[in-house]
């Protein structure tokens, strides 16, 4: 998990709220990545970063949105739209450089739960 | 499309036996062949990768992967398992010939139970 930090690590949201999920690395890493992960199915890809101001939809990407206004930091906002958000939800980046063999690197996560 | 197949949900080892987590791939081009290793209510942790050369293939915490691309597999591997193996794991694949370089496809994981 070094030189990727993601906060909270819990949070619980009521229904009809937004809430945005920290993501901030420390690699020096141009793509930027968050996923989602549920019981069962994997990992599956919402938004991916791979220059600042500069973002493409994932597969899973209604419901949320992000921004990228510095290169060290993704924020993913889970809004009122999306209708099933409890889920653990994982940052990653990794270089450009050779970006098609090198590894991502992810964060801890962090726990969403909807009361 | 690319697409990555975990076939067995749960492996089951006794400790010090050896242990093998399966994962088959589907790409257009040559691919890129990924293993991560997942600590409950952690991130993934990466274990080795397959990009080229070598078919057999060695990482972290004495884990290797066999690459067979007649068969198109990338199983891991461990001669000795022990208890602290226990964890998820995730097979991932990247396409070199996708517009998005830099996406990762994941298999939906495989839960290894290591017993004394």
């Known amino acids: 998990d070094g030189g990727i930090t993601q906060s909270p690590k819990y949070l619980f949201r009521k229904e009809g709220q937004n809430v945005t999920l920290s993501c901030e690395q420390n690699?020096?890493?141009?793509?930027m990545y968050w996923y989602r992960q549920d019981p069962g199915q994997g990992l599956r890809l919402i938004y991916y970063?791979?220059?600042?101001?500069?973002?493409q939809k994932g597969d899973i990407a209604e419901g949320y949105s992000v921004s990228r206004e510095k290169k060290e930091s993704f924020p993913l906002t889970v809004t009122s739209a999306q209708k099933n958000p409890t889920a653990f939800y994982l940052c990653a980046s990794s270089t450009l450089a050779g970006i098609a063999y090198n590894e991502q690197f992810f964060g801890p996560g962090t726990r969403l739960t909807v009361l | 499309a690319q697409s990555v197949a975990q076939p067995e949900d749960q492996v089951n080892v006794a400790e010090g036996n050896p242990l093998t987590v399966k994962c088959t791939y589907s790409?257009?081009?040559?691919?890129?062949l990924f293993w991560y290793v997942q600590y409950p209510n952690r991130g993934l942790q990466f274990l080795l990768k397959?990009?080229?050369?070598?078919?057999l293939v060695k990482g972290s915490y004495g884990f290797e992967a066999e690459f067979n691309k007649s068969q198109t597999s990338f199983h891991l591997k461990k001669p000795s398992a022990l208890v602290s193996d226990s964890a998820l794991y995730f097979c991932?694949?990247?396409?070199?010939?996708?517009?998005?370089?830099?996406?990762?496809?994941f298999g939906r994981g495989t839960q290894l139970t290591v017993w004394p």
């Open positions: 970063s791979q220059i600042v101001n500069d973002f």
């Open positions: 991932a694949v990247r396409d070199p010939l996708s517009s998005t370089l830099g996406r990762l496809y």
């Open positions: 690699l020096n890493h141009d793509a």
């Open positions: 397959y990009i080229t050369g070598d078919n």
């Open positions: 790409v257009s081009g040559n691919p890129y």
